[in-house]
């Protein structure tokens, strides 16, 4: 299994930079790195996709560093709304579905 | 485009009854699928998982089963529902291929078992 291990829980300020960081030490040369967000009650959400240095779309950044062995998630300026559970995966190729776990993920409470 | 429709939307149940949930998706073709399940407060649990019709494969021994019997519709079933089965059901589909493929969630089901 591709384990990853993220901080439990993590509070910011509104329109504070906010950066979650995954670690992944087991990374194998073909897999890619996902971020999930999810609300409550409702199914997970594709944010972000990577496979190394640094990824940017109009929700968040991911920086990967050269080893591969964390990433971290960037979302600029949040808001009450991006208060979610985020989560980081690692899979590719040669793992199989059954591989590409979901974990606890991290838990970001924004406040006003 | 692409939409995965879910259903009931919430479910409650007695210990011991029987349990059909079932999703479809609308727009692709060939897709994989997945049932994932949700404690209170907990991660995903990925259940069962489908690469083509009559295809499943189980992640946890349980008392749950998954059928495809179309393209697009994956059921999860029980004969007999337990308490440790109450949860957040949840549906997906990616594009066939890769395992890291980005996944699709339905709106889910939540399941409370009495």
């Known amino acids: 299994l591709a384990k990853t291990t993220q901080p439990i829980s993590m509070d910011s300020y509104e329109g504070q930079e906010v950066n979650i960081t995954c670690s992944h030490n087991?990374?194998?040369?073909?897999?890619?790195i996902t971020w999930y967000q999810q609300f409550p009650s409702q199914g997970p959400r594709f944010i972000i996709q990577?496979?190394?240095t640094k990824v940017t779309n109009e929700v968040a950044s991911l920086f990967i560093p050269a080893d591969r062995k964390s990433s971290t998630l960037s979302l600029p300026r949040v808001s009450l709304s991006d208060t979610a559970v985020y989560y980081c995966?690692?899979?590719?190729?040669?793992?199989?579905?059954?591989?590409?776990?979901f974990g606890t993920g991290t838990k970001l409470q924004v406040i006003p | 485009s692409q939409t995965i429709h879910q259903w009931p939307a919430t479910l409650v149940q007695p210990v011991g009854s029987p349990l059909s949930l079932e999703c479809t998706v609308e727009?692709?073709?060939?897709?994989?699928l997945y049932w994932y399940r949700q404690a209170a407060g907990r991660g995903l649990q990925l259940l069962f998982y489908?690469?083509?019709?009559?295809?499943i494969s189980s992640e946890v021994p349980q008392n749950l089963s998954a059928s495809r019997p179309q393209d697009r519709q994956f059921i999860l079933s029980s004969k007999k529902l337990l308490l440790s089965d109450s949860g957040f059901y949840l549906c997906?589909?990616?594009?066939?291929?890769?395992?890291?493929?980005?996944?699709?969630f339905g709106p889910g089901t939540r399941l409370t078992v009495l």
């Open positions: 087991n990374i194998a040369t073909n897999d890619y």
């Open positions: 997906a589909w990616s594009v066939h291929g890769e395992s890291y493929n980005e996944q699709f």
């Open positions: 995966l690692v899979g590719g190729p040669q793992r199989g579905y059954q591989k590409v776990t």
């Open positions: 489908s690469v083509g019709i009559g295809q």
């Open positions: 727009g692709t073709s060939n897709p994989n």
């Open positions: 990577g496979y190394k």
